[in-house]
């Protein structure tokens, strides 16, 4: 191997890297999340963090995680919302009803709003 | 070029790529319930701590506080109440900030308590209007989204979307990406009438018989209440106004939607005005016009032809 190639291999290598953590959005998956009807987050599964939102009755933790999503804490009677784990792929939903909030797993789309009025 | 120094540049490029893709501005949301609605902020910044998350709940809960005791001895509610009684004035009175009584005997007030609820009687709808009481929630939350919005400004952001239920502002752009708005079908959640741009800044707010509602033996009753008979008004399905203010926006698309075309749109070429009417057909003033990218084919229902007909065949069935 020449010294060149060793050059170009480590070319390649960062170029994949950076493509890995490149910050746009459209990677593949996301978990939205829901009040109600209307969507009020896009959470990139790529990106680990904890979120709080606040249903109608109190607040939810939505931790993101290694491209899984899952509601961590909720303030609701029964937390059947917790009790759904970890949610990782396309369709899958946690519905957490008292406070009217759904966290749900979806495939990247193009051009999705950053809101809704109406 | 030698091979070598392609490599390097090359390199080079390759580096500046992945330090730029660590760090740099990204979109942050928040989301508290207020007012009756969902808020949510969405920030395009380096960070958006908790700290400031914070102070604008805060901020929230103050504004909530106040409109829920409506001391007109406070500065802001006389302000917002002599606000209102301007659009009382332009729509001929069927708009009014003093129907607290009325709303809250058609159970609007609650959500829940609506949903299981039968209309009132004329007699008791009369005695409530008599009472006068002052609700300001058709301004307030407008009011509200346009004093989050200064303060998040104090906080040095730029770049931002507050949506209180759909009356929103918002302002910059996500980074070379544009913020994107839909404004959203009255009869198809998850359809879309079309885009609004945001050049630099959008304050909007749409007044929908969607938003709060009761079905009562195939009668749709919703929360648009015309203030001179109690009762909601029929003329539109929904009304979406574009505006300097959030306010103003959410002002003026109640006060149309309840004056059931006592206020013409054709003289309302400033602010921007989208309306729907029964028939599944939009119009606009030429100001809306120029801010909203539509989805639907010219003179044609937004929906697709079997929706429609499947909606039409539903609502004969009511019938």
């Known amino acids: ?118 | 070029m030698t091979p070598v120094k392609h490599l390097v540049r090359s390199l080079v490029v390759a580096c500046t790529f992945v330090l730029s893709a660590c760090g740099g501005p990204k979109e942050h949301f928040m989301m508290t319930y207020a007012m009756g609605t969902s808020v949510v902020i969405k920030v395009y910044a380096e960070d958006f701590p908790a700290a400031d998350k914070g102070a604008l709940i805060k901020e929230l809960t103050h504004l909530e506080d106040l409109f829920k005791k409506n001391d007109v001895n406070d500065g802001i509610v006389r302000y917002v109440l002599r606000e209102a009684l301007r659009y009382q004035v332009a729509s001929q009175g069927a708009f009014s900030p003093y129907l607290g009584a009325v709303i809250d005997l058609w159970g609007f007030n609650d959500e829940e308590a609506a949903q299981s609820r039968k209309p009132p009687s004329d007699g008791k709808i009369r005695t409530a209007l008599g009472k006068k009481q002052l609700n300001l929630y058709a301004l307030a939350k407008g009011y509200a989204v346009d004093t989050l919005a200064r303060k998040i400004e104090r906080m040095g952001y730029k770049n931002y979307i507050i949506n209180a239920g759909g009356d929103l502002i918002a302002k910059g752009s996500k980074g070379e990406v544009p913020w994107r708005v839909d404004v959203r079908h009255p009869r198809f959640i998850h359809r879309t009438l079309g885009q609004l741009k945001v050049d630099g800044k959008l304050a909007v707010a749409t007044s929908g018989d969607y938003q709060n509602y009761f079905v009562y033996e195939n009668e749709w009753y919703h929360h648009l209440l015309n203030a001179k008979t109690g009762k909601p008004a029929r003329r539109y399905q929904a009304v979406t106004v574009i505006a300097n203010s959030v306010m103003e926006a959410d002002a003026l698309a109640t006060a149309i939607f309840v004056s059931d075309g006592v206020i013409d749109l054709s003289d309302k070429m400033e602010p921007a005005v989208m309306v729907s009417y029964h028939n599944d057909r939009q119009e606009m003033s030429p100001a809306f016009e120029r801010k909203f990218i539509t989805n639907c084919p010219k003179n044609d229902p937004c929906i697709a032809r079997a929706e429609y007909l499947k909606l039409k065949e539903k609502e004969q069935g009511k019938k």
């Open chain 1, 1 to 118: 191997m020449t010294r060149a190639d060793v050059l170009l291999s480590g070319v390649l290598a960062l170029l994949t890297y950076g493509y890995s953590r490149r910050p746009v959005t459209q990677v593949s998956t996301y978990a939205e999340v829901y009040a109600g009807a209307t969507r009020i987050a896009r959470l990139d599964l790529t990106e680990n963090g904890t979120h709080t939102v606040k249903g109608r009755l109190g607040e939810l933790d939505i931790t993101i995680k290694d491209g899984r999503a899952r509601v961590a804490q909720a303030t609701c009677r029964d937390k059947r919302c917790v009790r759904m784990g970890w949610l990782s792929h396309n369709g899958e939903a946690a519905l957490c009803v008292p406070n009217r909030v759904m966290l749900k797993v979806v495939g990247a789309q193009e051009g999705t709003p950053d809101a809704v009025v109406g």
